[in-house]
């Protein structure tokens, strides 16, 4: 098998799970309180990594630690 053939085999294996993401999507849809937790845990992790990125230097690697724990355990 050449580099060619490998290259095609990857992009139908990507092709085939892009086709059963999509496929699995449309068979349950999410309730109303579902898409609001997932966006809210989306949230919740987006606000714990900028105090990880943003602080770490400031507040010490301990403190922003424990804090940004405390933040990502509010998921639900």
């Keep these: 098998m050449n580099e060619e053939d490998e ?6 294996r990507q092709s085939k799970q892009r086709k059963e993401a999509v496929r699995a999507s449309f068979l349950k ?6 898409f609001y937790d997932e966006l809210r845990n989306q949230v919740i992790e987006e606000v714990a990594y900028k105090i990880e990125r943003d602080f770490r230097q400031s507040f ?3 403190t922003v630690s424990s804090l940004t724990i405390y933040i990502r355990n509010m998921k639900k």
Excluded: L, V
Aim: no cysteine; aromatic share 6%.
């Design 7 to 12: 290259a095609f085999n990857e992009i139908e």
């Design 29 to 34: 849809p999410k309730s109303a309180q579902e």
């Design 60 to 62: 010490g690697a301990d």
